[in-house]
């Protein structure tokens, strides 16, 4: 029992010196010591031990400003360690392999017929394309991304959005993934889980409340409280998407009616144009995007932007319930939302300035994703190593969820 505390200690004080060189490129044994408080024995003890593993190099470039020794200058070592990260979708498999600095050396979009399983698309990536580029023992774990609630109590994936038929079904396909993986360290994650983390991580966010709401097929939240990921990386605690924002509102798969992402669906855009009474050529579309509409409102296209204004209201309806509820210092926008543009922001700002509960809305801050559409292949990656993986621990065989 002593040992296993131990080498838990070991491996969080390995964990934090290696985050502190990740945020602080180039940063010396002395200052990690005193941004950590381990003592300077301790530093480089670890320091060492993270250089004999490959993790770490001592770049010798430190800017010495006194007299003595030259400062070191720690850099992380590129090139050595990688995590695998399967994003599935519904015809297909992102597949990407991505070094612990956080460069992508692999990228690569399987397509998936409708007769084939995921997850032997993936095995058969790893073994035919990865391990032909690097060794087993430099993938430190493998991550299944998935647009699903992952129930870890059941074991289960909940999903309408794509099928499980050849992976053992919804409620096999957790056990099927840890059998067929089972000489690797494997994590199953929400992909808006996913995302958020990459914001947290890549932008730099300080605040520790903070909700990322992510606008893709439905609208999804990931929800940061006191700087822990509420309910790990599954989706299972918060499904914001289905909220309702009028229980009069038309009826939704998930057995509630009038459900956030149903009403501000893109298949809305079109009538809610038409209501409008406008004759912009944007009817003329079969389908009205998000993008169209975020275009149009930027040249002043009347309908367009009373449609985005409607939209933030109802959405600013919701976030300023959610803010009641657990009050986020800064929500941040993802996924498609962001190309309805600078209209949409102000008008969630206006909203919640004057209809939310001004002493809760007033210091939450609120703007859109910075990164792109693989952020969460990244952010997988970063969650996993952050997380999940042990510098103390062999880690083959184990199975995360979440
Ligand atoms: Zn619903």
Redesign the pocket.
Known sequence: MKLVNQQLIKNTNLKLLYNSVFENRGISRAALAKQTGLSRTAVSALIDELSERGFLYDSGMGDSSGVGRKPNCLELCAGNYYVAVFGWEETSVHAFLIDICGTTAMQERLEKASSDSYARLCRSFLTGRILERIRPEQILGLCFVLPAMIDPEKEEVFSTTFPLDNDQGEAGVLPFLRSLFSDYAVAVLNDTACCAYAEKIYTGIQEKDYAFIQFSRGIGASLFIQDKLLGQACASYT?F??F?ISPEGPP??????G????VLSEATLRNRLLEKGTTSSLLSRDAVRYEDLGRASLYTDTAAVLVIKDLARELALALSNLICLVHPRLIVLGGNSVSLGPVFLEEIRRCLGETGFSRMTGGVKLRYSQLDSYACYNGAMKYFFDTHYQFTATMNGSFFIG
């Not at 939704?252 to 009616?257: I, S």
């Not at 459900?259 to 149903?262: A, G, I, K, Q, V």
């Open positions: 499904q998407g289905h309702s939704c798969p998930c057995g509630n009616r459900c956030l992402e149903l």
